[in-house]
């Protein structure tokens, strides 16, 4: 199964990421700090993923990405 990256220099760091809404798993999470959730950014939390890429697809930036 190929992983789902965030490259957080092309993230908007929206505190409402529709990428992190659609997770059916919550694998996608804020990083810490920062004055709102997603403030720094986000990560996925690889244990979680299970590869279904629908995070890919919302993500009007391109800051998630499939591998």
Partial sequence: MA?????NSRCDR?????SK???P???????????????????????LCKGCNVCVGVCAGGAVQLG
Avoid: H, L
């Avoid at 992983?3 to 490259?7: E, F, G, H, K, L």
């Avoid at 929206?14 to 529709?18: A, V």
């Fill in 3 to 7: 992983a789902i990256t965030i490259d």
């Fill in 14 to 18: 929206s505190p409402g990421c529709p």
């Fill in 21 to 23: 809404r659609v997770c």
């Fill in 25 to 47: 798993t919550g694998a996608i999470v804020s990083n810490e700090g920062g004055p709102y959730p997603g403030a720094n950014g986000y990560a996925v939390i690889e244990e």
